[in-house]
Each structure stands twice: as C-alpha cells, then as structure tokens.
Antibody
Framework: EVQLVESGGDLVQSGESLRLSCVAS????????MNWVRQAPGKGLEWVSH????????YSADSVKGRFTISRDNAKNSIYLQMNSLRAEDTAVYYC????????????WGQGTLVTVSS | QSALTQPPSASGSPGQSVTISCTGT?????????VSWYQQHPGKAPKLMIY???QRPSGVPDRFSGSKSGNTALLTVSGLQAEDEADYYC?????????FGGGTKLTVL
C-alpha cells in the first residue's frame, strides 16, 4: 500500500525557517518524481515544488523561488522542503504528492502538515 | 503561473449530470494533454479523479469523465450521487511548473 506521511509543520514567526519531511512507503521510491502542494486555510490548491527521482530536475513556483528548496534522500525514502524567510502568506497545509509515472498528475497524497507563520 | 479559471460553484440533483469547466491558456491547458482533476472532501487530502484529460485511475467510477477543447478542459459527473458533493480542482502541466484551478464546490441538491 502506498503511504506518504508528512511531518515538520509548526507555528513560526515571519522571517524564520522550517524544514518539512515526507516519508514514503509501498512503492519503489527512487523511480518516482515527487512534489509539494500547499493549501492555505479555506483556499485552493497551489503547486509548490517538484523533484525527479534522481534529483536532477527541480522546479519551483515563482512564489517560493529563492526561499524554498526541495530535496530528497532515496536511501531514506524521503523528500524534504526547506523553507526560509517565511511569510504570513506561506501559512498552509503542505501536502507531499507522488507524480504518477509519465503523465504529470499526482496520484497519491499524504495527509498534510500545517505550517502557520505569524507576523 | 496564473491559476486556471473554474466556476466557484456548481450544483445538480441526484441522478443528474453536471459539467465543470477549467480555462487556461495555450501555455498550459491548450499546450499539453497533461490535464488532471482532483476531488477533495472537507478536511481530507485531494484524490485524483481524471488524468491525461480523460483517463480514469483504477477505482474511480465511470460516472466521472473528462475532455478538452482548445484552452478549456471539462469534468463531467453523470448520475450525481450524494458522495460526489466536494470541491473539485483542475490542474495542468505548464512546461516547468504545474498550475491548479481555483476550485469548484459541487453541491448535490
């Protein structure tokens, strides 16, 4: 069974940093691209960042470029999101989502972890 | 990276059909067949319902169908059931990013 479990969400002050983690199980992790997607309270989904299986291709949304960095450790079946210079507008539930092989959709999602940035 | 445009709400009675639109540009919806749709119930993670414009993942009822014409994608839910009441989001690959629609709240009357 595919499982994605996020952790690391917390209440932080504006300007501070936070690192999110997502541990995967139930599939050959290194063969799959992974993403972070966020959802502000009461708002819609926003794609944040993408990393391919070998960490050679990384894409990020303009709204987080230069502040957020996605990475992965295939030995630990994990992806990470290092978030620096956090702003109030980064407050959201952050989901990790698996990229369904070859078709650019997100077929499995974690339960999410809440990041709250206080100004 | 502007959000795709969806109607904020849609509704239908049980057994009826409802269609939700998703309008983008030639840089996203119109430029790729990598359009997907997600269902989200309150407090839950999104669930993939349609990928590659019109493909259904295993386990998704065939009441859900997708299509695309030009820069607009459509999600049709036929034979509406109470459990279909949820938020629906479209998504498109856009070259080096992905973009979601603003979401449509589907109400089953």
């Amino acid at each position: 069974e595919v499982q994605l479990v996020e952790s690391g969400g917390d209440l932080v002050q504006s300007g501070e940093s936070l690192r999110l983690s997502c541990v995967a199980s139930g599939f050959p992790f290194s063969s799959y691209n992974m993403n972070w997607v966020r959802q502000a309270p009461g708002k819609g989904l926003e794609w944040v960042s993408h990393i391919n299986g070998a960490s050679r291709t990384i894409y990020s949304a303009d709204s987080v470029k230069g502040r957020f960095t996605i990475s992965r450790d295939n030995a630990k079946n994990s992806i990470y999101l290092q978030m620096n210079s956090l702003r109030a507008e980064d407050t959201a539930v952050y989901y990790c989502a698996r990229d369904q092989s070859g078709d650019y959709s997100f077929d499995y999602w974690g339960q999410g972890t809440l990041v709250t940035v206080s100004s | 990276q502007s959000a795709l445009t969806q109607p904020p709400s849609a509704s239908g009675s049980p057994g009826q059909s409802v269609t939700i639109s998703c309008t983008g540009t030639s840089s996203d919806v119109g430029g790729y067949n990598h359009v997907s749709w997600y269902q989200q119930h309150p407090g839950k993670a999104p669930k993939l319902m349609i990928y590659e414009v019109n493909q259904r993942p295993s386990g998704v009822p065939d009441r859900f169908s997708g299509s695309k014409s030009g820069n607009t994608a459509l999600l049709t839910v036929s034979g509406l059931q109470a459990e279909d009441e949820a938020d629906y989001y479209c998504n498109s690959f856009a070259g080096s990013s992905w973009v979601f629609g603003g979401g449509t709240k589907l109400t089953v009357l």
